[in-house]
């Protein structure tokens, strides 16, 4: 049998258009989606708070059966146990062709179908249970958008607030709750909270930044929905021609907000004292994304920044950067594509040597369905590149940028001068899943990171 070609046509009428609420925890999100629903025809679960996530396990489960991975594939005993519910990927080795063709289907193919069958089926429950729902709201992962967009008509609700706010915010609501939360480990320093939530931070912003230009997308900050939510309001009704009313925030509001009032959630970090080091670590590796969005830096000294590359025209030198033979980057006005073409493809990053005391973590944004690992190596003022000297992460190839977070102050040999560093994106431990020629990564930056 051929392999499964995407029909041009394969579309199918949707019942209900996602509105995706895609932002960190803290931002908002639940204050959004009460908005949000206060028009009948946008349904979800309306029970606080706003976490029962239908169309995240539908692209999950699309995703799964897409997937090729043996360490996450349900047994045939599974399969026959009646009462067992795991799951996972297709059982059997798919790289021999078989009743699905072609293994090596165009990425997102089969998740696309998948997706879109169950979609409807989901659509056309909920119309028997609510008629007249036109819309549907959930919080999502930052993954979700670029699946979902490919197979109907979605709208993105990217909504961002300051990170000092949110890192207030986060941790007043830990202590009302009396336990950790939003990624908050119990041995986390204040400092090692403040890198997690960075890393948070950008997962959305990198996705947001680079579907800027997009028409199926909105941007909100989170002092519009508080300041101003009628303008809001306004906003979303002229694009949805919803009729959309936040007149008094239901009673989760009490058991949810960690301010005395909605006024001074805003621009709290201004009046509320941060913990040592944290604003400073805000502001110096959250500066462009801060600046960006509108959020201007405080006295807080700021740290200077670590080395960092801009994977763009204009900001690197490929010259200084060599590669392998296994591969090619050209550089666009965003980002750098890098076309793999065999088994090991590097590149030798232009980096003045630097003192890995100084730098507990390395963050790579990059996006593509190529490969299952991302590494970087380093050496020392001698000696050359090799493996005892490397981290390497498992990579799930999508098309949402992720924020690799290589954390390699926990490496024992990450000590003294590291004279060079090297970064292995998108290399495939096993065999190719697609033909090499079909094989195309985007890399953004690298930053050090203290």
């Known amino acids: 049998m051929g392999r499964l070609a995407e029909p041009s046509c394969f579309r199918i009428p949707i019942v209900l258009t996602p509105l995706m609420v895609a932002a960190c925890g803290r931002s908002g999100t639940t204050a959004l989606m009460s908005l949000l629903t206060a028009d009948p025809r946008v349904c979800c679960d309306r029970v606080y708070p706003y976490e029962h996530r239908y169309l995240t396990y539908f692209a999950k489960l699309a995703v799964l059966l897409e997937r090729q991975d043996p360490t996450v594939r349900v047994t045939g005993k599974q399969l026959y146990d009646f009462g067992d519910a795991g799951f996972g990927s297709y059982p059997w080795d798919r790289a021999v062709a078989g009743l699905l063709g072609d293994p090596a289907p165009a990425p997102g193919a089969m998740a696309k179908r998948w997706l879109r069958s169950l979609w409807d089926v989901f659509g056309q429950h909920v119309a028997e249970a609510a008629p007249g729902a036109a819309f549907y709201a959930e919080k999502v992962p930052a993954w979700l958008p670029p699946v979902v967009r490919e197979c109907f008509d979605s709208l ?16 007043a609501f830990m202590r009302k709750r009396g336990r950790p939360g939003f990624d908050r480990l119990p041995a986390d320093t204040d400092r090692d909270y403040a ?136 550089l666009q006005p965003d980002a750098a594509e890098a076309r793999v073409t065999g088994g090991d493809f590097w590149m030798i990053l232009p980096l003045p040597s630097f003192d890995a005391g100084a730098v507990r973590e390395i963050w790579v944004s990059l996006k593509g369905a190529v490969g299952d690992s991302c590494s970087v190596y ?73």
């Open 195 to 330: 890198r997690t939530l960075a890393h948070g931070f950008l997962n959305y912003f990198e996705n947001y930044f680079m579907d800027r230009y997009r028409d199926d997308h909105m941007v909100v900050r989170y002092e519009e929905l508080v300041q101003q939510p009628d303008h809001l309001a306004a906003r979303l009704e002229q694009r949805l021609q919803l009729h959309l009313r936040w007149d008094a925030p239901g009673s989760w509001l009490e058991m949810h907000r960690t301010s005395s009032d909605l006024a001074r959630s805003v621009d709290r970090w201004q009046r509320e004292p941060l913990p040592e080091g944290v604003a400073g670590f805000l502001e110096t590796y959250l500066r462009a994304e801060m600046a960006h969005l509108g959020y201007a830096p405080g006295a807080a000294r700021r740290q200077d920044p670590l080395p960092s590359l801009e994977f763009r025209s204009g900001a690197l030198d490929l010259g200084r950067a060599p590669c392998s033979a296994d591969g090619q980057v050209d």
């Open 156 to 171: 993105t609700l990217y909504l961002f607030r300051d990170p000092r706010d949110i890192y207030l915010s986060a941790n």
């Open 378 to 450: 380093w050496r020392g003022d001698a000696g050359d590149f090799s493996e005892e000297r490397c981290l390497r992460l498992p990579y799930r190839g999508a098309q949402h940028w992720q924020v690799l977070r290589f954390r390699v102050a926990q490496h024992p040999l990450w000590t003294g001068s590291i004279a060079g560093l090297r970064l292995d994106p998108f290399n495939e431990t096993g065999p190719p899943m697609r033909p090499v020629s079909a094989r195309s990564g985007f890399i953004r930056w690298l930053r050090l990171v203290e």
